[in-house]
């Protein structure tokens, strides 16, 4: 499926999508369309794990910087809740200082990159802080909150790690009053897995693809805001279970909005291990 970028800078680049065949018919005829260069604004929720949040910035929010056009982050920090000694957790509200400041070095880091190069548009930041124990669906809802109408809202989560063709998949994949994108991502294996398994391999090459997550998705904000109101519960979840209330949104648009939804195994997006010692 070739897919050509309509931007009078961009004009001259083409990329070409490749879409997985699995046997059967095409649901749709090859087509050819161009690819506009939509603002794009990543939604990320975030509590406790600020070496993750580094390393987030450093490799998927850099593979951003090079997307032509408008393109911001919204960090959404909620409180952490640590296992303790007791059966109670304990509230870790997110250290705002040690935040700002890691945005600034990374906004300095990537001055010099950009002052190189003197074409794309830098990355714009949105952190906001909520004073409530860590809850996705609360983070992504007011997050969603400080969407513009002509974004294109791309949620990913902090331990996810994605190169700049992911985010063309995105804006090919999402388009507005038809189709949203929901990628299949790689996990990558736990060190405890490779050592039982005895893989001496590189880490990032070793894992699976993961057909049930639904988590990490694209779409217009403009289908959003139809489905839902602005203001009101756009995630809504009726289990705790993580992931649950994008699983919600999905049923959602498929009977108000009458989307697509597009689902892709995704080279360019993979799940980095963590540890899971807070929410």
């Not at 063309?168 to 790689?186: E, L, N, S």
């Not at 391999?201 to 805001?225: C, R, V």
């Not at 989307?259 to 540890?275: F, I």
Request: net charge positive; hydrophobic share 35%; proline share 4%.
């Amino acid at each position: 499926q070739k897919i050509s970028s309509s931007s009078t800078v961009s004009s001259h680049f083409k990329h070409l999508i490749h879409i997985p065949y699995r046997g059967g018919l095409f649901a749709q005829p090859r087509v050819t369309i161009k690819i506009q260069d939509t603002p794009i604004a990543v939604l990320t929720a975030f509590a406790c794990r600020l070496d993750t949040l580094e390393n987030f910035l450093d490799i998927t929010i850099s593979a951003l910087e090079v997307i032509k056009g408008k393109k911001r982050l919204i960090l959404t920090m909620l409180n952490c809740l640590r296992k303790s000694s007791t059966l109670t957790p304990t509230r870790d509200p997110v250290n705002k200082w040690q935040v700002t400041h890691m945005i600034k070095e990374y906004k300095k880091k990537y001055k010099k990159i950009r002052s190189a190069n003197n074409k794309n548009e830098p990355v714009e930041f949105k952190a906001v802080f909520v004073n409530k124990p860590f809850s996705r669906t609360i983070a992504l809802n007011r997050a969603a909150d400080e969407l513009k109408n002509n974004e294109l809202a791309v949620v990913l989560d902090v331990d996810m790690r994605v190169s700049s063709n992911f985010f063309i998949h995105c804006r090919t994949f999402a388009r507005v009053g038809k189709m949203a994108y929901f990628p299949i991502p790689f996990v990558r294996h736990r060190p405890t897995e490779l050592i039982e398994k005895k893989i001496t391999t590189k880490i990032s090459k070793k894992g699976n693809w993961d057909t049930s997550s639904h988590n990490t998705f694209a779409i217009s904000s403009i289908d959003l805001n139809r489905i839902g109101k602005r203001g009101s519960l756009l995630f809504t979840s009726k289990t705790n279970h993580w992931g649950m209330e994008t699983e919600d949104l999905k049923s959602k648009m498929r009977k108000k909005g009458n989307l697509q939804v597009m689902r892709m195994y995704d080279p360019s997006l993979a799940h980095h291990y963590h540890k899971t010692d807070c929410g």
